[in-house]
Nanobody, 115 residues
Framework: QVQLVESGGGLVQPGGSLRLSCAVS????????MGWYRQAPGKQRELVAS???????EYADSVKGRFTISRDNAKNTVALQMNSLKPEDTAVYYC?????????WGQGTQVTVSS
């Protein structure tokens, strides 16, 4: 059974940093492009960052230059380093393959940016 477990969220002031982690079990994530998604209240879920099997990252314009995605295939984990956080980054963050996976979403991790 595949499990996607996100962690590392919390409450942070504007300009602060957080590092999110995603632990994957039941699936070898080295076969997939992995993504970090987020969903803010009242908004659709959006892809904010992805990383290919070979380690090439891509970012949504809204987070470019502030977020860094990374992966460790040996540990079956994906991380998202978030710097210079803004109130509009407040959302529940999820990790998931960007394609080829049809299972459930993880529970996500809440990120709240507020003074």
């Amino acid at each position: 059974q595949v499990q996607l477990v996100e962690s590392g969220g919390g409450l942070v002031q504007p300009g602060g940093s957080l590092r999110l982690s995603c632990a994957v079990s039941g699936m070898d994530l080295s076969f997939f492009t992995m993504g970090w998604y987020r969903q803010a209240p009242g908004k659709q879920r959006e892809l904010v960052a992805s990383i290919t099997r070979g380690g090439r990252p891509e970012y949504a314009d809204s987070v470019k230059g502030r977020f860094t995605i990374s992966r460790d295939n040996a540990k079956n984990t994906v991380a998202l380093q978030m710097n210079s956080l803004k109130p509009e980054d407040t959302a529940v963050y999820y990790c998931r393959p960007t394609a080829g996976y049809y299972g459930s979403w993880g529970q996500g991790t809440q990120v709240t940016v507020s003074s």
